[in-house]
């Protein structure tokens, strides 16, 4: 399929490229470092090769959400928007932008949203779990009260929210110590991010702020295999909802304000699954590029088997829809 849209890429800056080295081994580091810090060379001749017409560009992870320092991490969330602005400016009908944002600190976050949507004419955000805020074990969780106005801000915007993965804290992992292959993609970020979604849902969140659309990679970070159940014990009318805010069923949340992408999944049944939950028309195609190859993504996309409608939802008109584009 030509013409594909693909929305959870990532790149890096010198002041977050380590934090993404720990995931591979040394000799891949080697190519995976220069992927990350490239653009418009290696990437755009693999996205021609791959049918893939356009790709929204996000920071890597988990960069600024673990720099303690609230000021700091202002700081280099501009250096990265900056960064990327000027880099996808060489090709604007091929690459659009997710904005990092410095959530340590809420009215931090509004403004630099504010001026990369309004002044850099970004996609949206792209934001890596919760945020440290002094130091390394304290976290900071957007259903807080405190990110109310936040909130306020992404749905006056009318932008979508990227929620991705980061490994939990140093003290929350306690049930896969001594087996590191545990962390990282392989398991702990789809449930770090799963939970995360989830405590938004109970917030009461999209009770105050209906419009906004939350996506998750992953094809729905193990959300989608278990929401019935969720819904089922946790919903205010469920079986023991334990002081949930949520006036409706999580399920009705899930289905109305959340996007799945396909990144880094690339299984039929588990995509199948997603359109089954939540429907065709908010399930995205993503390769998560280029911790995954752009070439495994798009071989087993454009031969899964499904309706060639929802092929063509699913690989562009979704994400030009979402994302109000005029490529």
């Known amino acids: 399929m030509k013409g594909k849209i693909a929305l959870e890429e990532h790149f890096a800056i010198e002041e977050t490229l380590a934090d993404s080295e720990q995931f ?41 959400q673990a720099i303690p320092d609230p000021k700091r991490a202002a700081e280099v969330a501009k250096i990265a928007n900056g960064t990327l602005a000027e880099l996808i400016s060489k090709h604007p009908d091929r690459f659009g932008a997710f904005a990092a944002l410095p959530l340590q600190d809420p009215e931090a976050a509004a403004r630099e949203l504010n001026y990369c949507i309004t002044e850099l004419n970004f996609c949206g955000a792209l934001v890596n779990g919760f945020s440290n805020l002094n130091d390394d074990e304290t976290a900071k969780y957007y259903c807080a009260d405190e990110y109310l106005d936040f909130w306020g801000e992404v749905s006056k915007l009318d932008v979508p929210f990227y929620l991705h993965p980061r490994n939990p804290l140093l003290s929350q992992q306690f049930g896969i110590k001594d087996h590191p292959w545990l962390m990282g993609p392989a398991w702990s970020f789809s449930v770090e991010t799963g939970v995360h979604a989830l405590r938004l849902i109970g917030s009461g969140l999209f009770d105050k702020y209906p419009n906004i659309n939350i996506i998750l990679g992953h094809l729905g970070e193990l959300i989608q295999n278990n929401i019935w159940r969720t ?15 949520a006036k409706k069923p999580f399920i ?15 299984r039929t049944i588990t995509m199948r699954n997603a359109i ?8 995205l195609f993503s390769s998560d590029y280029p911790f995954e190859e752009m070439e495994e993504a798009v071989k087993w996309f454009d031969n899964a088997e499904i309706g060639r409608n929802d092929h063509e939802k699913i690989g562009r008109h979704n994400a030009y829809k979402l994302f109000k584009l005029k490529i």
């Open 231 to 245: 819904s089922h014990w946790a919903s205010v009318n469920g079986r023991n909802p334990l002081g949930v805010k």
């Open 24 to 64: 591979f081994m040394p000799d891949v580091w080697r190519t995976k470092r220069r992927q990350l810090l490239d653009i418009t060379d290696e990437r755009l001749r693999r996205m021609d090769d791959a049918g893939i017409e356009y790709a929204i560009i996000s920071l890597n992870a988990p960069a600024i």
């Open 252 to 266: 009705d949340y899930f289905h109305n304000n959340f996007y799945l992408t396909t990144s880094g999944n690339f």
């Open 276 to 283: 089954d939950e939540i429907g065709s028309d908010r399930v």
